[in-house]
C-alpha cells in the first residue's frame, strides 16, 4: 500500500513539474478561456534572443562596426569576417580600405586577404600603395593580390618594385 502512495505521489509531482513548465505558453482569451499560445510575439522573441526570419540583424553592420571599433583581434577577426561574405560585403570596401592603414599589421594583413575577396576595381590602387607597408607579410600579401589580379597597372607596379 505504501509503495502505491509514493507511486501516486511521485506522478503527481512530475505532472505538477510539467505543468509549471508549461505555464508560461498558457494565455487567457477574453471570454476566460486558456489557451496555448501558438507563436510568440514579435517582442516576446526579440528578449528570448529568438529571431524570426525577416528580423535577422545584419552581419555586415555589426562587422564593420567592430572593424572601426574593437580592439586589435576584434578588427582583425571584423577584416576576416568581412572577407568572408565575398561580393556581398562590397557596401564595406571603404572600411576595409581604410583598414589597410590600420596599426596593427594583423588587421592590416587580414584587410589585404578580405580585399581580394570583396574584389572591385577599387583595391587596386590601395593594394599598389601597400607594397611599401612597413610589414613585410602585408608587402607580400599586397604583392600575392596585385598578381592574381593581373591588371596592366599591377603588373607595372610590382615590376617596378623589383626594380
Do not use: H, W
Not at 528570448?48 to 583581434?73: E, F, H, M, T
Not at 594583413?109 to 607597408?133: C, Q, S, T
Not at 612597413?134 to 607596379?157: I, T
Amino acid at each position: 500500500m505504501r509503495l502505491l502512495q509514493f507511486s501516486l505521489i511521485l506522478c503527481l509531482i512530475i505532472f505538477a513539474s510539467g505543468c509549471v513548465v508549461l505555464l508560461p505558453f498558457i494565455e487567457q482569451d477574453g471570454k476566460g478561456q486558456k489557451n496555448a499560445k501558438a507563436d510568440p510575439t514579435a517582442e516576446e522573441r526579440q528578449t528570448s534572443g529568438v529571431r524570426s526570419r525577416g528580423n535577422r540583424p545584419d552581419p555586415l553592420k555589426k562587422l564593420v562596426a567592430q572593424l572601426q571599433n574593437g580592439d586589435s583581434a576584434a578588427r582583425t577577426r571584423a577584416a576576416t569576417g568581412l572577407g568572408d561574405q565575398g561580393r556581398r560585403a562590397r557596401s564595406a570596401l571603404p572600411q576595409l580600405i581604410a583598414a589597410l592603414d590600420d596599426e596593427s599589421k594583423n588587421v592590416r594583413r587580414a584587410a589585404v586577404k578580405a580585399l581580394e575577396k570583396v574584389g572591385g576595381v577599387e583595391i587596386e590602387e590601395p593594394l599598389i600603395l601597400k607594397l611599401r607597408d612597413r610589414d613585410r607579410y602585408v608587402r607580400e600579401s599586397a604583392a600575392n593580390v596585385l598578381r592574381r589580379l593581373g591588371s596592366p597597372r599591377a603588373r607595372k607596379a610590382l615590376k617596378d618594385l623589383k626594380v
